[in-house]
């Protein structure tokens, strides 16, 4: 007879350190702690919840469907963007070995008050970038009897990204955003490639254009959004693809086009990037104040600067493997 498996049931008296702040009436945020009987299986939303039931009625958050589809209950718990349905708390107190947990909004967004933030000005990114289907009339049927059909290869070229609910924690994590009111931000750029890659779209041309006005070369590639998005979406991939068909596409005259051109070309023939002289081969003669500066910089401290990048060991091999990359394009696209 097989043996019944109990699992482990815990329970911890934890403290809830969650933000507070409404504009108009708090002249800046501040923190209300609160005692919670925290079980396994306990969610971050569920705590709320019972604090607002049983503590604190003025608490406010957003919450909907509860089941990890909406997006809309993402806070910040310990300096990490989680959907907070689905985000167990004893897991959090386990690993920062600590009985107490700090719940912050998301940040880069407007605070309405408490734990909601105003997501407009995101939406507002994601309609510049036109996110839906323009018809390519070659692959619409001409009636409603039929259907508009794709392969598998085609829908593999965007089916993960589908899975994005715009809960905005990759937003609130991105560096870039944290630096460019500018940045459309990765979950826009994402979409942009979605559909920009659907073979049933026609307006991809001017939806790369839209994505180069909002920062598609401003991304540093530092990989948070794909840490945080609960959904695995990978926004920083889709972003790396978005550059990769907007050359292929002729926009060759961009600095960040430059940028990767001089990376691929300099990694071919040297083995390394030639950083002394990239500001000029990206941004042309203004490139010199950056080389400038950066020598002066090293010579007050005692160094003396060189533009000069040595050849790596191993240099041959990269060529032969940019060769075979090449051959291998060349055969994709015949």
Same mark, same amino acid.
């Given at each position: ?41 306990? #969610?971050?939303?569920? !705590?709320? %919840? /019972?604090?607002? =039931?049983?503590? @604190?009625?003025?608490?406010?958050? +957003? ?124 979950? #826009?750029?994402?979409? !942009?490639? %979605? /559909?920009?890659? =659907?073979?049933? @779209?026609?307006?991809?041309?001017? +939806? ?127």
């Amino acid at each position: 007879m097989t043996e019944k498996i109990t699992p482990k049931r815990e329970k911890l008296l934890a403290n809830l350190r969650v933000q507070r702040y409404t504009p108009g009436k708090d002249r800046a945020p501040y923190f209300d702690n609160f005692k919670v009987e925290v079980e396994t299986g306990m #969610t971050v939303l569920e !705590a709320l %919840r /019972y604090i607002k =039931d049983t503590q @604190d009625g003025s608490l406010t958050f +957003r919450a909907f469907c509860r089941s990890a589809i909406c997006g809309s209950c993402t806070v910040v718990v310990n300096g990490n963007p989680v959907l907070a349905c689905s985000t167990q708390l004893m897991p959090i107190l386990k690993d920062f070995g600590k009985a107490s947990v700090t719940i912050t909004p998301l940040q880069r967004l407007p605070i309405l008050r408490d734990l909601v933030v105003d997501i407009d000005p995101v939406i507002e990114k994601l309609a510049k970038m036109h996110p839906y289907l323009m018809e390519n009339r070659d692959r619409i049927p001409e009636t409603l009897e039929q259907e508009s059909l794709m392969s598998q290869k085609e829908l593999s070229e965007f089916n993960y990204i589908t899975d994005c609910i715009l809960c905005s924690a990759c937003f609130s994590a991105c560096s870039t955003v944290k630096v460019d009111d500018n940045y459309a931000g990765p979950l #826009t750029i994402a979409k !942009a490639y %979605r /559909y920009s890659v =659907d073979a049933r @779209d026609s307006f991809r041309g001017m +939806r790369i254009q839209a994505a180069m006005d909002q920062g598609l070369w401003s991304c540093v590639q530092c990989r948070k959004c794909i840490n945080v998005c609960p959904k695995d979406t990978r926004p920083a991939d889709s972003i790396r693809h978005m550059r990769r068909i907007a050359i292929d596409d002729g926009i060759h005259d961009t600095p960040g086009s430059r940028r990767a051109k001089a990376y691929t070309d300099d990694v071919e023939k040297i083995g390394q990037v030639n950083k002394p002289m990239l500001p000029v081969i990206v941004h042309g003669t203004k490139g010199w104040a950056a080389i400038e500066a950066a020598e002066a910089a090293l010579a007050k401290h005692g160094l003396e600067p060189t533009r000069q990048v040595c050849t790596l060991p191993g240099q041959e091999g990269a060529a032969k493997i940019y060769a075979k990359v090449r051959e291998i394009e060349k055969k994709e696209k015949a």
